[in-house]
């Protein structure tokens, strides 16, 4: 259906590529959130995911398929433990608003130390991270349980109790405690080293990331001295990866989320690439020259940086696409090419139709 919404008008010049599919069907996924509910089943308050259009009904998953198989022996665990403090640890009730444990969240990343910024070999190691997000701070409570899945998990280098004191049903506060380890993993792709805190963005499917980075590098078509524009970059994936492959290029990332672009120069400085740049700022007019961009060097000491105009410009905008404010300096920027990455065919196609 969302492929009959593209545009038709001068379907000669607009070839569709073949699908790259994924090699795996099972086990891909490297982020899956998990809600309580009040319900209990064989005396253990029922932990899965929500079902369609449901809020507050929420479906048993003892085994996930599209997770690391570690990662359903981690979720049983996390679920016989609170099945035994169930009066310390009560559910949190989405209709009354009372009640603690929210969701659990469960990272993987493989750290392959590329950087050699995180010590240890480059043998390929597996990294997860466990997140019990809850209504308040738990830490006290929830420490035997961080010390129980280190325990029996060796691959688990973080668990983090997140704080959601308000009403939405996310799994995500601005409260983040650390009970085990470090807050955050280290996944190597292409050659870069990132790390991903609990709230960070970051492609969920791990396995094809990397093939869509480097079909993405494929477009682009760089040249040594080519500037690149990359909107709504996050943590850098992108801009990381092309500076790394191009270091003849000049990247410069952008994003609303300042704790995005923190990670994403964080990475930059890890893995010593110094041809990618980032700063925050409104992405909807895509006045990417007007933004602060800066280099650092050893002492800490910034220094502004020019933006030329673009010879390629990357979008890569959440689910509900371009804002329209975008489109018109997205035209009007003078790049001889625009790469648009879509988790939502729906409204790439409708800003597509808008671009030509």
């Known amino acids: 259906r969302d492929l009959h919404s593209f545009p038709t008008r001068r379907s000669s010049d607009l070839p569709v590529l073949d699908i790259l599919p994924c090699e795996t069907t099972t086990a891909y996924r490297n982020k899956m959130e998990f809600s309580f509910a009040p319900k209990l089943y064989e005396g253990k308050p029922v ?26 022996e981690i979720l049983q665990a996390v679920s016989n433990f609170v099945g035994e403090y169930t009066e310390e640890l009560p559910v949190y009730n989405s209709r009354k608003h009372r009640g603690l444990l929210r969701h659990v969240v469960i990272r993987t990343a493989e750290n392959r130390n590329a950087s050699g910024a995180y010590g240890g070999s480059a043998e390929p190691r597996k990294e997860i991270m466990v997140s019990m997000v809850t209504s308040q701070r738990l830490a006290s409570l929830l420490t035997p349980l961080a010390q129980l899945l280190a325990e029996r998990f060796p691959s688990v280098v973080s668990v983090m109790n997140v ?4 009403k939405s049903a996310v799994a995500h506060g601005p409260q983040q405690v650390t009970l085990h380890g470090r807050p955050f993993l280290v996944h190597t792709m292409l050659g870069v080293d990132f790390q991903i805190s609990h709230s960070s963005f970051f492609q969920t499917n791990a396995m094809q990331a990397p093939r869509l980075l480097s079909r993405v590098g494929e477009l682009c078509e760089l040249s040594d001295g080519d500037v690149v524009y990359d909107m709504f970059c996050g943590t850098g994936s ?4 092309l500076s790394r492959q191009h270091p003849g290029i000049t990247v410069f990332g952008a994003d609303l989320e300042a704790s995005a672009i923190a ?3 964080l990475n930059a400085d890890n893995n010593e690439i110094s041809n990618a740049f980032f700063a925050r700022g409104d992405l909807h007019s895509l006045a990417v020259h007007e933004l602060p961009f800066a280099s650092v ?27 329209p404010r975008a489109i018109e300096p997205l035209l009007h920027a003078g790049a001889r090419r625009i790469v648009y990455i879509s988790c939502n065919p729906s409204t790439q196609a409708r800003d597509v139709k808008l671009l030509l």
Request: hydrophobic share 35%; with cysteine; charged share 20%.
């Open 263 to 265: 990670d994403a120069q």
């Open 238 to 241: 992108i801009a990381l990866c």
């Open 47 to 72: 932990l899965g995911l929500h079902m369609p259009g449901r809020f507050d009904r929420i479906l048993r998953i003892s085994d996930c398929q599209i997770q690391d198989p570690e990662a359903n």
């Open 297 to 323: 060097d050893a002492q800490g000491n910034e220094t502004m940086v020019d933006v030329p105009p673009p010879s390629c410009v990357i979008v890569d905008p959440p689910r509900p696409g371009l804002h």
């Open 163 to 166: 704080v959601n004191a308000s």
